[in-house]
């Protein structure tokens, strides 16, 4: 059974930074695909990035440039870098795993995943 516990979160000042860390067990993160996604109050749950291997990455062209996957197998861990953060990226964030298949553009949809985390707060306010 695959268990996803991320940590991290909390209040941040606009302009600020967050790393995000997502544990996992019961499945090795290097081999499938680990992905971050956010959720706003009232809205849709939005990918925002996904790596598998070391090097295979996937994001959305909106979280380009200030957010960052990554992962360090040796803890079985996968972490989200946020820089220059804005209110509106206030969301809670979530974890996810998926099945061994490609990340592309289907990754993008909650349902192409099939593990998820409890999630974390990210309060972006001065």
């Known amino acids: 059974q695959v268990q996803l516990v991320e940590s991290g979160g909390g209040l941040v000042q606009p302009g600020g930074s967050l790393r995000l860390s997502c544990a996992a067990s019961?499945?090795?993160?290097?081999?499938?695909?680990m992905g971050w996604f956010r959720q706003a109050p009232g809205k849709e749950r939005l990918f925002i990035a996904g790596?598998?291997?070391?090097?295979?990455?996937y994001y959305v062209d909106s979280m380009k440039g200030r957010f960052t996957i990554s992962r360090d197998s040796t803890k079985n861990t996968v972490y989200l870098q946020m820089d220059s953060l804005k209110p509106e990226d206030t969301a809670v964030y979530y974890c996810?795993?998926?099945?061994?298949?490609?990340?592309?553009?289907?990754?993008?949809?909650?349902?192409?995943?099939?593990?998820w985390g409890q999630g974390t707060l990210v309060t972006v306010s001065s």
């Open positions: 790596i598998r291997w070391s090097s295979h990455t």
């Open positions: 996810a795993s998926g099945p061994p298949r490609t990340l592309g553009a289907s990754a993008t949809t909650p349902g192409w995943w099939d593990a």
């Open positions: 019961g499945r090795t993160t290097s081999s499938y695909p």
